[in-house]
C-alpha cells in the first residue's frame, strides 16, 4: 500500500511542466534509490515512459554520482567502486542515521534534472529505475536518440560537475556536514 501510494504520487507528477516533472520525478528517484524501496519496482509498477522515466533514471544516476564524489575521500575503494556499481543502497544506514545525506543526493538530481527536459531525455519502463547501472539509462536514451556526446554530457559531466559542487557548497562554504562523518559507510 505505501508503495503503491508512492506511485501515485511520482506517477502524478507526469502531468506538469516538463521541467517540473523532471525535477520532481528526478528527486524522488534519487531519494528512493537509498531507502528500501526497489526504484525498478516503482519505474515498472507505474510504467513510466519517455521523458518521465529519463528523469526517474537520471535521479538514480544523480545519487549514485554524488556518493561516489562523497565516498570517495571517505571510504575504502570498494566501497565507492560497488555504489558506482549500483549498490547505492549501502548507504541505507547513513540515510537514518544521517539524513543530511540527502541535501547533496537532492541538489545534484535538481542540476541533472534540468536538461532532461530540455532535452527530452527519455527512457522506457525498464530502464526508468536503474540510472547509470549497467548504463541501462544512458543506453536507453542513446535508443531513443540522444547523441553520445550528449549521452556523456548530461550522464555523466553535469551530475559528477553538481556532485563536486554541492561539496564546495554545502560542506566547505556552509559547513552543513563533515562528510568523514556522515558519508562514512556504516556497515
Known amino acids: 500500500a505505501f508503495t503503491a501510494a508512492i506511485g501515485d504520487v511520482i506517477n502524478s507528477f507526469t502531468t506538469l511542466q516538463p521541467i517540473f516533472m523532471a525535477i520532481l520525478i528526478c528527486?524522488?528517484?534519487?531519494?528512493?534509490?537509498?531507502?528500501?524501496?526497489s526504484t525498478v519496482a516503482i519505474g515498472l509498477?507505474?510504467?513510466?515512459n519517455g521523458v518521465s522515466a529519463g528523469a526517474a533514471a537520471m535521479g538514480v544516476a544523480a545519487t549514485?554520482?554524488?556518493l561516489v564524489v562523497y565516498s570517495w575521500t571517505v571510504n575504502k575503494s570498494g566501497?565507492?567502486?560497488?555504489?558506482?556499481?549500483g549498490a547505492?543502497?549501502?548507504?541505507m544506514p547513513n540515510l537514518f542515521k544521517y539524513p543530511i545525506i540527502l541535501v547533496p543526493c537532492l541538489f545534484t538530481a535538481i542540476i541533472s534534472a534540468i536538461p532532461v527536459a530540455l532535452l527530452s531525455i527519455s527512457g522506457t519502463p525498464q530502464s526508468s529505475g536503474f540510472?547509470?547501472?549497467g548504463l541501462v539509462g544512458p543506453l536507453?536514451?542513446?535508443e531513443a536518440g540522444l547523441a553520445i556526446p550528449l549521452v556523456v554530457l548530461c550522464w555523466i559531466v553535469i551530475p559528477v560537475a553538481a556532485a563536486l559542487l554541492s561539496k564546495?557548497?554545502?560542506?566547505k562554504m556552509l559547513k552543513l556536514f563533515d562528510s568523514n562523518v556522515v558519508f562514512k559507510f556504516q556497515g
Open 64 to 66: 549514485a554520482l554524488a
Open 131 to 133: 540510472g547509470i547501472v
Open 168 to 171: 564546495l557548497l554545502f560542506e
Open 45 to 48: 509498477a507505474i510504467q513510466l
Open 140 to 142: 536507453a536514451s542513446m
Open 88 to 91: 547505492m543502497k549501502l548507504m
Open 79 to 85: 566501497v565507492t567502486l560497488a555504489i558506482a556499481l
Open 27 to 37: 528527486c524522488s528517484f534519487a531519494t528512493i534509490i537509498i531507502s528500501p524501496i
